[in-house]
């Protein structure tokens, strides 16, 4: 049996995730709860787990800041695999009604997932963001009445609180998961690739990187910038594209890309899993 780490506690959607891709593997998983994203990224690195499945991204929410950041940093893992998943939140709270609460605890996501229903329904409560929505129901059973939790329905079963109202989400969302290993693990057939890059902040310089795929109509299904966290307007560009450095021209276009950056950083090549929402 394999080591799987995840965003803990019980309850997470982390977790569901974790037994989507057992499920869809067929690999016999032990899931092991971590205390924040870059808990199981090192869990993996330090070999004490064989996979971890973090949050990426988030149709209503965005990008995952902490992933982004620890794929940028992290040395020694890669992208095995990505699963979507879909999420419905729900307000998990022991009081009788809305206007008994106080205060509203969940992951920063999954509040601003929710934004609408916190701003028309319980504008006079407080929303502190906790490091998981799991976290955010353990606290709303220990704190009482006054408090409430975002979350799914198996924290909301795990930690025994009602489910006050359901479905607060603003509108139908996805989370996007992904699966990290070693460098050495491969999964399936890979189907995508994920980078980063750096720019030489030239002119024309981001247009002829782009370019290269371009021109051999490399699909690009997703580009993304975030602060380089070093000087003001340096920025880490992430991309995913339909193919895998096997593939000759998304080779030649890669290695086109990496003579106009800094930096050029494979992230992996991966198979995209099918889960069964249902």
Do not use: W
Request: hydrophobic fraction near 45%; charged fraction near 20%; glycine fraction near 6%.
């Amino acid at each position: 049996m394999s080591k799987a780490a995840y965003l803990g506690p019980h309850g997470t959607f982390s977790e569901a995730a974790c037994r989507a891709f057992g499920q869809i593997t067929g690999l016999q998983l032990v899931p092991a709860p971590c205390a924040s994203i870059t808990d199981c990224a090192v869990s993996v690195a330090a070999g004490e787990a064989r996979f971890g499945i973090v949050p990426l991204e988030n149709s209503l929410a965005g990008s995952v800041r902490e992933t982004l950041d620890l794929l940028t940093t992290t040395s020694g893992l890669k992208i095995l695999a990505e699963l979507d998943l879909e999420i419905e939140h729900h307000l998990l709270s022991q009081a009788a009604a809305l206007t008994d609460i106080r205060a509203v605890y969940s992951h920063p996501q999954a509040l601003a997932q929710c934004r609408a229903f916190l701003q028309q329904q319980l504008a006079h409560a407080r929303t502190i963001p906790v490091v998981s929505t799991a976290e955010a129901a353990r606290m709303a059973a220990e704190l009482g009445v006054q408090a409430a939790a975002i979350a799914g329905r198996s924290a909301a079963a795990h930690y025994k609180l009602p489910v006050l109202a359901a479905a607060i989400q603003d509108k139908a969302s996805t989370t996007r998961f992904i699966v990290l290993g070693r460098k050495e693990e491969q999964l399936g057939q890979p189907q995508k690739t994920s980078f980063l890059f750096s720019v030489n902040n030239t002119p024309g310089n981001l247009y002829r990187i782009l370019g290269a795929f371009a021109k051999r109509q490399i699909n690009l299904t997703r580009i993304e910038s975030r602060p380089a966290r070093s000087r003001l307007g340096d920025y880490i560009i992430f991309v995913d594209l339909d193919g895998t450095p096997q593939d000759s021209i998304v080779k030649a276009a890669l290695e086109e890309a990496s003579r106009e950056t800094e930096l050029l950083k494979i992230l992996g090549s991966f198979p995209v899993l099918s889960v069964n929402n249902k």
